[in-house]
T-cell receptor, first 110, second 112 residues
Framework: QKEVEQNSGPLSVPEGAIASLNCTYS??????FFWYRQYSGKSPELIMS????GDKEDGRFTAQLNKASQYVSLLIRDSQPSDSATYLC??????????FGTGTRLLVSP | EPEVTQTPSHQVTQMGQEVILRCVPI?????FYWYRQILGQKVEFLVS????????KSEIFDDQFSVERPDGSNFTLKIRSTKLEDSAMYFC??????????FGPGTRLTVT
């Protein structure tokens, strides 16, 4: 069974701080990795994709991938209350199928 | 900005009835997907569809489920005989290639 693991949280950070979200996956053959944001009652919204080892930055978001450790992370700089949501890690295990983690709930306090 | 649309937003049906959930993927996308999320649980893959055929399906996607692209824009998920445990949010997604998948707003299916 191909698994994606995340700490369910909540992760509480003050406004302006860096939020660090982590994810591990079990399928060593996975090739592409995604972070989605999901507000309560809404659908997953794609915020980052990463395909190779290292860092990828997009605005306040940085995704980090370490395939040797089977580890993906998302950093959110200058966190805002509007960033409060559940962040889903998703891994493409091949054949166009995304396997999702349970998500980490992030709370950003003003 | 192009987006995936889904109808209806909420569907209530009785156990044993057939339901069809509809999706309009992003227009230049070639890959289409259905996922579901039972309340409080993780998003689960159901099926992927490319070139007018199923590419992959999960163990959830049994004979009660089917998908169809009846025309150039719509993508549908049919559940033939709904069960109580089919109650969930159903998300359609599409991708241009085998990469970033963009999700629609979802259909909340309630089976009574």
């Amino acid at each position: 069974q191909k698994e994606v693991e995340q700490n369910s949280g909540p992760l509480s950070v003050p406004e302006g701080a860096i939020a660090s979200l982590n994810c591990t996956y079990s399928d060593r053959g996975s090739q592409s990795f995604f972070w989605y944001r999901q507000y309560s009652g809404k659908s997953p919204e794609l915020i980052m994709s990463i395909y190779s080892n290292g860092d990828k930055e997009d605005g306040r978001f940085t995704a980090q991938l370490n395939k040797a450790s089977q580890y993906v992370s998302l950093l959110i700089r200058d966190s805002q209350p509007s960033d409060s949501a559940t962040y889903l890690c998703a891994v493409n295990t091949g054949f166009q199928k995304l396997v999702f983690g349970t998500g980490t709930r992030l709370l950003v306090s003003p | 900005e192009p987006e995936v649309t889904q109808t209806p937003s909420h569907q209530v049906t009785q156990m044993g009835q057939e339901v069809i959930l509809r999706c309009v993927p992003i227009s230049n996308h070639l890959y289409f997907y259905w996922y579901r999320q039972i309340l409080g649980q993780k998003v689960e893959f159901l099926v992927s569809f490319y070139n007018n055929e199923i590419s992959e399906k999960s163990e959830i996607f049994d004979d009660q489920f089917s998908v169809e692209r009846p025309d150039g824009s719509n993508f549908t998920l049919k559940i033939r005989s709904t069960k109580l445990e089919d109650s969930a949010m159903y998300f359609c997604a599409s991708s241009e290639r085998d990469h970033e998948q963009y999700f629609g707003p979802g259909t909340r299916l309630t089976v009574t």
